[in-house]
């Protein structure tokens, strides 16, 4: 049963527009939450992550919209440049639970097209 | 400031065997995690070491244990190696007296491949 899910395998958008990156999970006991970005034969790259007392983070081109309702969160990239090219995975954790380990989605595969 | 560093880069076993992976913490971190990464799927949590025990653990068989040393670098190792054990293993560091915030900051990986 997979707790974060990706549903997008790939996305692709024009270079300059806003790249919007989706995720859902489905444990209530999340309350943090974090986006990596990850080129080929490297490891994941932190991005930006978000408390689940907050429901939006920004850090320059980056922001992270969560909506604990919907249990959904957005990773925003505005504006697209080409260096954004790569895959994103979401991840998830439930610090409070005691689960200390990230539950990660399966990843978008972000193409930014000059 | 030094990242996250793993050793080695590749490396190639046969079923059966044994396999030993490090990883050394970034700078200032006391927590390592360790993740397998198979492709096309995101990374999965295997365990995490905190003060030398293992604290937490995902859905992983015994073949994997690991160890940490009072230096909070670590070791990943598998026995028995089937060929479903072939993937990337992430290590990821952490400082634990942070608080709530589980900021994981991972290195390049090790890449085992199993014939």
């Known amino acids: 049963d997979q707790q974060v899910k990706q549903n997008s395998p790939s996305l692709s958008v024009q270079e300059g527009r806003i790249s919007i990156l989706n995720c859902d999970y489905t444990?209530?006991?999340?309350?943090?939450f974090l986006w990596y970005k990850k080129y080929p034969a490297e490891g994941p790259t932190f991005l930006i992550s978000?408390?689940?007392i907050k429901d939006k983070n920004e850090d320059g081109r980056f922001t992270v919209f969560l909506n604990k309702s919907a249990k959904h969160l957005s990773l925003h990239i505005v504006p697209s440049q080409p260096g954004d090219s790569a895959v994103y995975f979401c991840?998830?954790?439930?610090w409070g639970g005691g689960a200390d380990g990230l539950t990660f989605g399966k990843g978008t595969h972000l193409i930014i097209q000059p | 400031d030094a990242g996250v560093t793993q050793s080695p880069t590749h490396l190639i076993k046969t079923r059966g065997q044994q396999v030993t992976l490090r990883c050394s913490p970034k700078s200032g971190h006391d927590t390592v995690s360790w993740y397998q990464q198979a492709l096309g799927q995101g990374p999965q949590f295997i365990f995490q070491y905190y003060e030398e025990e293992e604290r937490q653990r995902g859905n992983f068989p015994d073949r994997f244990s690991g160890h940490q040393f009072p230096n909070y670098s670590s070791e990943l190792n598998v026995n028995a190696l089937l060929l479903g054990d072939s993937a990337l293993y992430l290590c990821a560091s952490s400082l634990r007296s942070s608080g709530r915030l589980n900021t994981q900051y991972f290195g390049p990986g090790t890449r085992l491949t199993v014939l």
């Open positions: 978000i408390s689940s």
């Open positions: 444990n209530s006991m999340f309350d943090y």
């Open positions: 991840a998830a954790s439930a």
